[in-house]
């Protein structure tokens, strides 16, 4: 079974720019979670999509922002980007209970400049 | 929702047990606890979870009291491999799930 992918892995942007990630779970999962990880702040979690409905969300700005599609696939984006949006992105599936084992994509990375 | 401490770092030597604990004092009653491991420039992986007593998997071991406000990771036998950063968890049905505190981690370093 092919595991979480997340494209792209590597992006650098500009400051004011914006930026979408993507995120394709395991086959068959229905719930994707997007986590924000820097070396000050750790694993922070941004939100979690289930059956396209948003059903959690972490402490971020308005300008982080998400969807699910039909086939459980998950974009996030980020508008106006700052400085401090450089992170690693981590995107994770799971079947859609809340205590069910999460599974981790590989994330992007995102220099802002 | 639940916060836990864990220590920041631990040291050990290759071959040793390793047992790293978790503190998560407002536990509820409907809480579970979770262990993830994460290597640099990767997501975190999913190691064993647990409610209450003992859980054993061919990973690891999770001990947890009676009173559930503290956990115990344990890990036989380390490898050099087993250099990560251990994250507990502790969530549940009715406090958002396992998604959304981490924590700052264990870091533990596996010398030879």
């Known amino acids: 079974k092919a595991g979480v992918t997340q494209t792209p892995r590597y992006l650098i942007k500009t400051r004011g720019q914006q930026v979408t990630l993507s995120c394709s779970p395991i086959?068959?999962?229905?719930?994707v979670s997007w986590y924000q990880q820097t070396p000050g702040q750790g694993l922070q979690f941004l939100f979690e999509?289930?059956?396209?409905?948003?059903?959690n969300k972490g402490n971020f700005p308005g300008r982080f922002s998400g969807r699910q599609f039909s086939n459980s696939r998950s974009e996030m984006n980020v508008s106006t980007l700052e400085l401090g949006d450089s992170a690693l992105y981590l995107c994770?599936?799971?079947?859609?209970?809340?205590?069910?084992?999460?599974?981790f994509g590989p994330g992007t990375r995102l220099t802002v400049t | 929702l639940a916060k836990t401490t864990q220590p920041i770092s631990m040291d050990s030597y290759e071959g040793q047990e390793v047992n790293i604990t978790c503190s998560h004092n407002?536990?509820?009653?409907?809480?579970?606890i979770t262990w993830y491991q994460q290597f640099p420039s990767q997501g975190p992986r999913f190691i064993i979870q647990g409610y209450k007593t003992k859980v054993t998997n061919e990973v690891a071991s999770l001990f947890i009291p009676a009173d559930r406000k503290s956990s115990t990771l344990s890990l036989p036998r380390v490898s050099l491999s087993d250099t990560a950063v251990y994250y507990c968890l502790v969530g549940g049905p009715n406090t958002g799930g396992f998604k959304t505190i981490f924590g700052a981690g264990t870091r533990l370093f596996v010398k030879a």
């Open positions: 994770a599936s799971s079947l859609g209970q809340s205590r069910d084992e999460q599974y």
């Open positions: 407002n536990i509820a009653t409907n809480d579970y």
């Open positions: 086959s068959g999962h229905r719930s």
């Open positions: 999509y289930f059956s396209e409905t948003q059903r």
